[in-house]
């Protein structure tokens, strides 16, 4: 694992974007994972900016966002459809039939819709490089605290930490979502390169758990430690807990001599 310690939220954006503009450049056909949440927001504006400057085109891109809350339409200001439009694909130039967000709205046959969700995924290729926020019991996606380590897309029943950590986006009325759609551990397990990005004293324990804890079910980001290709880029505050900093700086360095491209 690499871990890139930045010094504030600003930092790991930019070198989030670096990372993510590279793998369009290198393949303009490139399947990316999408991620919504405060924390890739950064990321999205600069990407937008790249985009404006004309430094990044998406048009051969494909994308596969990771969740959505179940029972919200994508004209909901608070649905993840809602949210990627809004922060990111108004601004770029991803066809739209290269976009597939989860379908909040379905009200029947969930696997057999998580099913073709899997198979769409398969037939683009597979994801290149995923891009993942934590929350700050360790979900990714919303692969809540127990999830199986081999989970694939479905439904997932939200835990009573993320029901409250989201609540106060609800205040208009609209009832909590208690549900989402959310691609699997196993399912982004199976991306060929994984972007962990985190900012803030808020995801520090979440932080030192998936990086230097037991691999657990009760932290879904530790599933990561089996990944092959899988970089964390984290500001100084969310780092904090860690207690390998100053080896982790060393792997940095030695990656940036002999492996460069690992960072590229
Ligand atoms: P955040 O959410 O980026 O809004 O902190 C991350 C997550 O819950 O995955």
């Known amino acids: 694992m690499l871990v890139v310690i930045r010094k504030d ?5 930019r070198e989030a974007a670096r990372i993510v503009a590279g793998a369009v450049h290198q393949n303009p056909e490139v399947v990316l994972g999408l991620a919504t949440g405060s924390t890739p927001l950064g990321l999205y504006k600069e990407l937008i900016a790249l985009h404006r400057n ?9 994308t596969f966002n990771l969740d959505e809350y179940l029972g919200l339409a994508p004209s909901h200001p608070q649905s993840f ?5 809004h922060n990111f694909f ?8 290269q976009i597939h967000i989860p379908d909040g709205t379905i009200s029947s046959d969930y696997e057999g819709y998580c099913a073709r969700y899997e198979q769409s995924i398969k037939a683009a290729g597979g994801i290149e490089l ?3 926020g934590i929350g700050r019991n360790g979900h990714v996606g919303f692969n809540e605290p127990t999830s199986s380590l081999a989970s694939r897309t479905r439904l997932k029943a939200l835990s009573r930490e993320t029901i409250e950590d989201n609540r106060h986006f609800f205040s208009d009325g609209t009832e909590m979502p208690k549900c989402a759609i959310t691609m699997g551990i196993g399912t982004i397990l199976d991306s060929r390169r994984v972007l962990l990005l985190a900012s803030g ?5 979440a932080i030192a758990k998936a990086i230097e ?7 879904s980001a530790s ?13 100084e505050e969310a780092a904090y807990s860690l207690t390998q900093r100053d080896y982790y700086r060393h792997v940095l360095e030695m990656t940036q001599l002999f492996t460069p491209e690992r960072l590229s």
Request: glycine residues 4%; aromatic residues 8%.
């Open 9 to 13: 939220y600003e930092e790991v954006s």
């Open 54 to 62: 004309g430094n990044l085109d998406l048009s051969a891109a494909t």
């Open 81 to 85: 459809h809602y949210f990627m439009e």
């Open 90 to 97: 108004s601004q770029v130039n991803v066809p739209r039939d």
């Open 130 to 132: 995923q891009l993942l």
């Open 201 to 205: 004293s808020s995801k520090a324990a």
């Open 213 to 219: 804890g037991p691999i657990t079910s009760s932290v």
């Open 223 to 235: 599933a990561l430690q089996m990944h092959p290709d899988v970089t964390f880029i984290i500001d």
